[in-house]
């Protein structure tokens, strides 16, 4: 199979059921994104990270390949007339979104308690948490303003939500285990 196919030259591209549409459309953008989230949880699972940590991010990194099919997906075609999927896609469900609470929940116990907003970095590999979690939010707003054109199903916003909130944790987890200080932001006044 040959890596180039010479289709999007002119600046389209196809979604899964074939339908053509500029590179720059919002459903582009959003797996476009999600890709780029799934590029820098690679990143992080690079790192010298617990096991358990790295175990969990191998399935979410699973769990964006199946967002990301998705959002590919045009929604016209994907499904048959009888209501059957006609592209076979998996799902995103209640369980994918449970997890990633109960592993939240899970890591806040040892955690001390915040007090103030967080200023990301402290360690490299914190940083690159911090960066996934950017990117996160990031494709979660630009899946929102594409479930404003052609309704996804709730489940993808959700997992995308829960997601950029267990990549923060994940990063508090991580300043703990790799002995990084946590430096709060505090408002100072302006002084003149």
């Not at 990270?49 to 990194?61: E, G, M, R, T, Y």
Request: charged letters at 30%; glycine letters at 6%.
């Amino acid at each position: 199979m040959k890596i180039y196919t010479k289709t999007g030259d002119k600046g389209t591209t196809a979604l899964f059921g074939g339908t053509r549409v500029p590179k720059h459309h919002i459903r582009i953008e959003s797996y476009g994104t999600v890709d780029e989230l799934n590029s820098h949880l690679g990143l992080v699972r690079d790192q010298k990270i617990d096991a358990h940590s790295n175990k969990i991010l191998l399935k979410i990194q699973d769990k964006l390949f199946t967002v990301g099919a998705i959002l590919a997906t045009d929604p016209e075609k994907a499904v048959l007339k009888s209501g059957k999927d006609r592209l076979n896609i998996p799902k995103i469900d209640l369980n994918d979104i449970e997890l990633l609470e109960l592993e939240m929940d899970n890591m806040n116990e040892s955690l001390p308690v915040m007090t103030h907003f967080i200023l990301p970095g402290g360690h490299q590999t914190v940083s690159f948490c911090h960066i996934a979690r950017c990117v996160c939010r990031r494709a979660e707003r630009l899946s929102v303003a594409l479930n404003e054109i052609e309704p996804l199903d709730e489940h993808v916003l959700i997992y995308l939500n829960r997601l950029s909130d267990y990549l923060f944790v994940l990063a508090r987890k991580l300043s703990l285990d790799l002995q990084a200080e946590e430096i709060k932001w505090i408002p100072k006044k302006n002084q003149e």
